[in-house]
């Protein structure tokens, strides 16, 4: 199209009749261009837009068409009688080449010939040429027949190239099928040697790939039955091997009679080593600590590494049980001497439980678990001790077993409760707050001191929920006005501050109720300030942001830096009540009751004295300018129905004042 259209613009340049040339070149050029863009564009489309394509492909066909015929139409009147038979047979030869490249798409061949044909038939029209005319038509309807056929045909061509391309496949497998039962019946001695041999090394090859396979079945079955009973980190046997060990050595100690012991060792401050040093560290210190308990054992027993910092340690045909003590001690020994790992000189306890066959049981999975039960009553002693496995034990472990499935359903259950102890001004004999205090009444064991419970829930991950059932029921009681308007303090763990965020659930929680976040206290202990400090400074920030006041709990109890106080927005110290116990005829809680005061007051931080219980204490504490008293002298934890009593009840006297 191209080609003709730029010989079309030469002829009638050379003939000084090119004015209208500028739009019919242009025009060739969209449309010419247009298409081969479609084109491009539809080997890349989805399917789906095919279609969308393929319009656009025969509009550009049809302003192609179009762009000839407007051509031959506005030289209508061309009196060049050679160039306007020149632009005809252009028509016509395009209209003739046009059916072996569109007629394929009958669409795409109509739109592209019937603007040009209707162009030619208008001209010899409007030229007084009926017949020429005539002729157009009839040339139109011979074209479009000669088109419909060629398409016909394309497309049975088509189908039989798509059949003869299927018979071609269907004659070679034929052939290839022939050629092997040919293959089969040659009965000349040469060609069967031929395909005997062949069959001969085919059957060679398979059998050394199938030589191959089994070795490498074999190769992963070690692998797999390695890993199965083997800990692939110290190269020691894993807890399911020393289980069937365990299994085997017990049935021979019950036809020998013999005496035989199972140790469980756990290494002290592990995690701290792997945390401050690192995992690779960690993982060749048990390297080590396997090297020196293989040292230390005798050749008949048997050790296995049970999982993390954990060995189990089987030791047979014991002449009596102070065999195993003499074990233990050598194994705390061992281990308790310095690492050298990686540059870092490494300290590292160890802490062993030990049970007896037959005396504490004759089951392999109880053995161990007495053990480990063992072991960690070794652990409360302290670093670096071994004990023996007893029933007691066992009963602790059952109790606290139980106590901990109540404490799973004890919220759902409404079991928990709240009380509120007052908190007096001895100076205007008024209520400066309460704190609340958690209660547990359970159906099974009664009601249980929060001492019990609260490491439980801490240890099991409840205190989450519990600590904010805690907030919202603080909040409602607040909320109804039942505390006056004086301020209610809440005990937080040290693992819900942790929480990310935790004091914007707060906010919420306080935005939700709309209560004063001044009359919101939160306490905290000094376990929060000796982990992350900067953690625990960026969360006290934000509660203090909040309107919130903090106090600091428990305060002359542990090791609590008074730089921190500087550092954080601590609002109340609260003193201990181990320095309030018998204050007055101690002379050495006197003098550190008395700093504490100073360094508060210096700082504009208020005091709340927890414990005080005889008046003999009270009047001290006021002598050492002692303001907010907590404890029993005024008033026990009340329930939530006493509150109204209490603030309608007149406060006892000091003697000060």
């Given at each position: 199209?191209?080609?003709?259209?730029?010989l079309?613009?030469v002829?009638?340049?050379?003939?000084?009749?090119?004015?209208?040339?500028?739009?019919?070149?242009?025009?060739?050029?969209?449309?010419?261009?247009?298409?081969?863009?479609?084109?491009?564009?539809?080997?890349?489309?989805?399917?789906?837009?095919?279609?969308?394509?393929?319009?656009?492909?025969?509009?550009?066909?049809?302003?192609?068409?179009?762009?000839?015929?407007?051509?031959?139409?506005?030289?209508?009147?061309?009196?060049n009688?050679e160039?306007?038979?020149?632009l005809?047979?252009?028509?016509?030869?395009?209209?003739?080449?046009?059916?072996?490249t569109?007629?394929?798409?009958m669409r795409?061949?109509?739109?592209?010939?019937?603007?040009?044909?209707?162009?030619?038939?208008?001209?010899?029209?409007?030229?007084?040429?009926?017949?020429?005319?005539?002729?157009?038509?009839?040339?139109?309807?011979?074209?479009?027949?000669?088109a419909?056929?060629?398409?016909?045909?394309?497309?049975?061509?088509?189908?039989?190239i798509?059949?003869?391309?299927?018979?071609?496949?269907d004659?070679?497998?034929?052939?290839?099928s022939?050629?092997?039962?040919?293959?089969?019946?040659?009965?000349?001695?040469?060609?069967?040697?031929?395909?005997?041999?062949?069959?001969t090394?085919?059957?060679?090859k398979?059998?050394?790939?199938?030589?191959?396979?089994?070795?490498?079945?074999?190769?992963?079955?070690?692998?797999?039955?390695?890993?199965?009973?083997?800990?692939?980190l110290?190269?020691?046997?894993?807890?399911?091997l020393?289980?069937?060990?365990?299994?085997?050595?017990?049935?021979?100690?019950?036809?020998?009679?013999?005496?035989?012991?199972?140790?469980?060792?756990?290494?002290?401050?592990?995690?701290?080593i792997?945390?401050s040093?690192?995992?690779?560290?960690?993982?060749?210190?048990?390297?080590?600590?396997?090297?020196?308990?293989?040292?230390?054992?005798?050749?008949?027993?048997?050790?296995?590494?049970?999982?993390g910092?954990?060995?189990?340690?089987?030791?047979?045909?014991?002449?009596?049980?102070?065999?195993?003590?003499?074990?233990?001690n050598?194994?705390?020994?061992?281990?308790n001497?310095?690492?050298?790992?990686?540059?870092?000189?490494?300290?590292?306890?160890?802490?062993?439980?030990?049970?007896?066959?037959?005396?504490?049981?004759?089951?392999?999975?109880?053995?161990?678990?007495?053990?480990?039960?063992?072991?960690?009553?070794?652990?409360?002693?302290?670093?670096?001790?071994?004990?023996?496995?007893?029933?007691?034990?066992?009963?602790?472990?059952?109790?606290?077993?139980?106590?901990?499935?109540?404490?799973?359903?004890?919220?759902d259950?409404?079991?928990?409760?709240?009380?509120?102890?007052?908190?007096?001004?001895?100076?205007?004999?008024?209520?400066?707050?309460?704190?609340?205090?958690?209660?547990?009444?359970?159906p099974?064991?009664?009601?249980?001191?929060?001492?019990?419970?609260?490491?439980?829930?801490?240890?099991?991950?409840?205190?989450?929920?519990?600590?904010?059932?805690?907030?919202?029921?603080?909040?409602?009681?607040?909320?109804?006005?039942?505390?006056?308007?004086?301020?209610?303090?809440?005990?937080?763990?040290?693992?819900?501050?942790?929480?990310?965020?935790?004091?914007?659930?707060?906010?919420?929680?306080?935005?939700?109720?709309g209560?004063?976040?001044?009359?919101?206290?939160?306490?905290?202990?000094?376990?929060?300030?000796?982990?992350?400090?900067?953690?625990?400074?960026?969360?006290?920030?934000?509660?203090?942001?909040l309107?919130?006041?903090?106090?600091?709990?428990?305060?002359g109890?542990?090791?609590?830096?008074?730089?921190?106080?500087?550092k954080?927005?601590?609002?109340?110290?609260?003193?201990?009540?181990?320095?309030?116990?018998?204050?007055?005829?101690?002379?050495?809680?006197?003098?550190?009751?008395?700093a504490?005061?100073?360094?508060?007051e210096?700082?504009?931080?208020?005091?709340?004295?927890?414990?005080?219980?005889?008046?003999?204490?009270?009047e001290?504490?006021s002598r050492?300018?002692?303001?907010?008293?907590?404890?029993?002298?005024?008033?026990?934890?009340?329930?939530?129905?006493?509150?109204?009593?209490?603030?309608?009840?007149?406060?006892?006297?000091?003697?000060?004042?």
């Amino acid at each position: 199209m191209l080609v003709v259209g730029l010989l079309v613009w030469v002829a009638f340049t050379y003939a000084q009749q090119h004015k209208h040339f500028t739009w019919f070149i242009l025009l060739l050029f969209l449309s010419i261009g247009g298409r081969v863009l479609v084109i491009i564009y539809v080997k890349k489309c989805n399917e789906k837009y095919l279609s969308t394509f393929a319009n656009f492909y025969v509009f550009g066909t049809f302003i192609l068409g179009l762009d000839f015929a407007v051509l031959s139409y506005v030289y209508f009147d061309l009196q060049n009688i050679e160039l306007r038979t020149f632009l005809t047979i252009v028509n016509l030869g395009l209209i003739t080449a046009a059916i072996s490249t569109l007629a394929v798409w009958m669409r795409a061949y109509i739109a592209f010939v019937l603007p040009q044909l209707i162009a030619l038939f208008s001209v010899f029209m409007l030229n007084e040429n009926p017949y020429a005319a005539v002729t157009t038509v009839l040339y139109l309807i011979f074209m479009m027949f000669i088109a419909r056929n060629f398409n016909i045909k394309f497309k049975e061509g088509r189908v039989l190239i798509d059949e003869n391309i299927k018979l071609m496949s269907d004659m070679e497998k034929e052939i290839v099928s022939r050629k092997k039962a040919q293959t089969k019946l040659e009965e000349y001695q040469e060609e069967l040697e031929i395909v005997v041999n062949d069959r001969t090394r085919a059957l060679e090859k398979i059998n050394e790939n199938l030589n191959e396979q089994i070795q490498k079945r074999l190769i992963i079955e070690e692998e797999l039955e390695y890993l199965a009973y083997y800990d692939e980190l110290t190269d020691m046997p894993n807890r399911s091997l020393f289980i069937e060990t365990l299994k085997k050595s017990l049935l021979q100690a019950k036809r020998n009679g013999s005496l035989l012991g199972v140790m469980f060792v756990d290494l002290d401050r592990f995690k701290k080593i792997n945390d401050s040093h690192g995992h690779f560290i960690g993982d060749n210190l048990l390297k080590e600590v396997a090297k020196r308990l293989k040292s230390v054992l005798r050749d008949s027993d048997t050790i296995a590494r049970n999982g993390g910092d954990e060995f189990v340690i089987l030791s047979e045909s014991m002449k009596d049980a102070r065999e195993p003590f003499v074990i233990a001690n050598k194994i705390i020994e061992v281990i308790n001497q310095k690492f050298e790992i990686g540059g870092h000189v490494i300290h590292v306890g160890s802490s062993v439980g030990i049970s007896l066959y037959p005396l504490d049981g004759d089951d392999a999975l109880e053995l161990i678990k007495m053990a480990d039960t063992a072991m960690y009553e070794a652990k409360k002693i302290g670093s670096n001790n071994f004990q023996f496995y007893s029933s007691a034990m066992s009963n602790q472990i059952k109790d606290r077993l139980k106590l901990e499935n109540a404490l799973r359903v004890a919220l759902d259950r409404n079991e928990f409760f709240l009380v509120y102890q007052p908190q007096v001004n001895i100076v205007t004999q008024e209520t400066y707050g309460f704190e609340a205090l958690i209660r547990w009444n359970s159906p099974e064991f009664g009601v249980i001191s929060p001492v019990k419970f609260i490491p439980i829930l801490e240890e099991t991950g409840l205190i989450y929920d519990v600590g904010e059932w805690i907030i919202l029921e603080v909040l409602d009681f607040i909320k109804s006005g039942k505390s006056n308007n004086t301020k209610v303090s809440i005990n937080l763990s040290a693992l819900q501050c942790g929480v990310t965020n935790y004091s914007t659930q707060i906010k919420r929680f306080i935005d939700n109720t709309g209560v004063d976040p001044s009359l919101v206290e939160f306490e905290i202990t000094e376990s929060l300030l000796i982990g992350d400090f900067s953690q625990a400074e960026m969360f006290l920030t934000d509660i203090s942001n909040l309107g919130c006041t903090i106090a600091l709990d428990d305060f002359g109890t542990g090791y609590t830096s008074f730089e921190y106080l500087t550092k954080l927005p601590i609002d109340v110290i609260k003193i201990d009540r181990s320095l309030i116990t018998d204050i007055h005829v101690k002379k050495n809680l006197q003098n550190i009751v008395k700093a504490i005061v100073t360094m508060s007051e210096s700082l504009g931080i208020e005091n709340v004295f927890e414990g005080v219980e005889t008046a003999d204490e009270l009047e001290m504490v006021s002598r050492l300018n002692g303001k907010v008293i907590q404890g029993y002298y005024f008033s026990k934890p009340l329930e939530i129905d006493q509150i109204d009593s209490w603030f309608n009840t007149p406060k006892k006297s000091t003697q000060s004042n």
